[in-house]
């Protein structure tokens, strides 16, 4: 199962080192990482997606970072009431008679079109994982060449 877990940490240089580390060095894997200055410059807000197959596992990770001396506080969104995000671009081809069905596309998915140059186009679109899968999904019928994803954020509420 994935756990979302967000991270408060002392800005300084190596501390996202530590924290990897600290995964690779249990073998386990980070499906997602975004990282960020808080409101105070001196502190990161770090989102952490991790396959965990039981809460032990969960409860060993979160407790290894725990330990860690720039570590603040640690939170596992798994059970608590909360917000999540991911933004993804997408450079697709398109040609002028498809442009009403991408844009039908995007509006669905709240997507929209930041540049376009030629039968080219980048799009951006904010949601939840599963939104931006199925927005993907309807996007290949015209030819992804590129995308890049931010990862889950969240927030406690």
Same mark, same amino acid.
Request: charge should be positive.
């Given at each position: %199962?994935?756990?979302?877990?967000? =991270?408060?940490?002392? +800005?300084?240089?190596?501390? $996202?080192?530590?924290? #990897?580390?600290?995964?690779? #060095?249990?073998? &386990?894997?980070?499906?997602? @990482? #975004?990282?960020?200055?808080? @409101?105070?410059?001196?502190?990161?807000? %770090?989102?952490?997606?991790?396959?965990?197959?039981? /809460?032990?596992?969960?409860?060993?990770? %979160?407790?290894?970072? +725990?330990? $860690?001396?720039? =570590?603040?506080?640690?939170?596992?969104?798994? !059970?608590?009431?909360?917000?999540?995000?991911? $933004?993804? @671009?997408?450079?697709?081809? &398109?040609?002028? !008679? /498809? !442009?009403?069905?991408?844009?039908?596309?995007?509006?669905? &998915?709240?997507? *929209?079109?930041?540049?376009?140059?030629?039968?080219?186009?980048?799009?951006?679109?904010?949601? !939840?994982?599963?939104?931006? *899968?199925?927005? @993907?999904?309807? $996007?290949?019928?015209?030819?992804?060449?590129?995308?890049?994803?931010?990862?889950?954020?969240?927030? /406690? &509420?």
């Amino acid at each position: %199962m994935r756990h979302t877990i967000s =991270v408060l940490v002392e +800005n300084k240089f190596g501390v $996202l080192a530590r924290i #990897a580390g600290l995964f690779s #060095a249990r073998g &386990y894997n980070i499906a997602s @990482l #975004a990282v960020s200055e808080t @409101l105070d410059p001196s502190i990161s807000y %770090m989102t952490i997606v991790v396959e965990a197959k039981d /809460e032990k596992i969960l409860e060993q990770i %979160m407790k290894q970072l +725990n330990k $860690l001396i720039d =570590v603040i506080t640690v939170t596992d969104f798994t !059970k608590k009431e909360h917000v999540e995000r991911e $933004l993804v @671009l997408v450079k697709v081809d &398109y040609s002028a !008679k /498809e !442009k009403a069905k991408l844009e039908a596309i995007l509006q669905k &998915y709240v997507g *929209k079109i930041v540049q376009h140059k030629d039968d080219t186009a980048v799009i951006e679109a904010v949601g !939840k994982e599963q939104q931006i *899968k199925q927005l @993907l999904e309807s $996007l290949r019928q015209f030819g992804v060449k590129e995308l890049i994803r931010t990862g889950k954020i969240a927030i /406690e &509420y």
